[in-house]
């Protein structure tokens, strides 16, 4: 019977709302409905969303799986591709994208603490979950991280040496520009609900970072990510002493987009927080 209701919700005609596409569905959950992120933080508590069986669909633990997986293969990714030297950017930017349509229904495909915190602030995500989030995404960093390093058996050199300097700054602002830029873009493909339905979310979060890494991999490392940030870190990629400029720049990118998404996405305080 679950199979038939979602089948006949999906095949429905959409009805023109404020000039938006949305599905005739219960009022509660219209616009938002079908979004990714929302959809999975809905489930545990709303048993109308397709699917949704009250405390016992996707319980906490698999949540934190699929965010240990998914900033596993980033992690990995990044690494080995980084060490070898083939197409970094892409190889980044299209591993996100298909990890963010894996684990997307299930944990929000969040694999970095900077957008973690930008959906906890935007109101979708508890504070408490958005810290085992960050637990999770670590040791999937640390794992992928040891793992890279076992493939190659340890690069020699750090490819990255501590930001000192003038170069520390444009370190701090490079890290901070593109992690702001990638948590708005989750923000407002994957959680807005002027963009719910829609299916290139994770094309635009893979290509927002391939961007970046083609743009400053050279001067910073293009982590954007603290957990990618302790990955090169343990792969020797990049300085430990730098560890610290991934974690601050990529935090405070992910709080400034959370405060600058509710200015230009107002409409998005009225749905209701989970």
């Known amino acids: 019977m679950a199979t038939n209701s979602l089948r006949d919700v999906h095949n429905s005609r959409p009805a023109q709302v404020d000039g938006v596409h949305a599905r005739r569905t219960p009022p ?50 990044v690494v080995l591709s980084v060490h070898y030297n083939v197409l970094p ?16 229904a299930i944990s929000g495909g969040h694999y970095n603490p900077g957008v973690s915190l930008g959906v906890a602030m935007r109101g979708k995500l508890s504070y408490g979950e958005m810290i085992a989030y960050w637990i999770a995404q670590a ?11 076992f493939l190659v058996a340890r690069p020699g050199t750090v490819g990255i040496g501590a ?12 890290e901070f520009v593109f992690s702001f830029g990638l948590v708005l873009t989750v923000l407002t493909t994957a959680t807005s609900v002027r963009t719910a339905g ?21 001067l910073t490392g293009a982590a954007f990510n603290s957990a990618v940030g302790l990955g090169v870190c343990i792969f020797g990629l990049s300085a430990w002493a730098n560890l610290w400029v991934y974690i601050v720049a990529n935090l405070i990118g992910g ?19 989970v």
């Open 198 to 218: 829609n299916s290139y979310f994770g094309l635009a979060i893979g290509f927002t970072v391939g961007a970046g890494v083609f743009a400053v991999g050279a």
């Open 255 to 273: 709080a400034v987009a959370a405060a600058v998404f509710k200015v230009i996405s107002p409409e998005d305080r009225e749905v209701p927080a």
């Open 89 to 104: 950017g892409l190889a980044i930017g299209a591993i996100l994208m298909v990890m963010v349509y894996m684990g997307g």
């Open 163 to 174: 930001f000192t300097g003038i170069n520390l700054w444009r370190a701090l602002v490079a």
């Open 28 to 77: 509660s959950l219209t616009s938002h409905r079908f979004h990714p992120i929302l959809l999975a933080l809905q489930r545990d508590a709303d048993p109308d969303v397709p699917g949704a069986h009250p405390s016992t669909t996707w319980p906490p633990m698999r949540k934190y799986i699929t965010e240990f997986i998914g900033t596993f293969f980033l992690v990995l990714t």
């Open 139 to 149: 040791l999937g960093a640390i794992l992928a991280a040891l793992i890279g390093w």
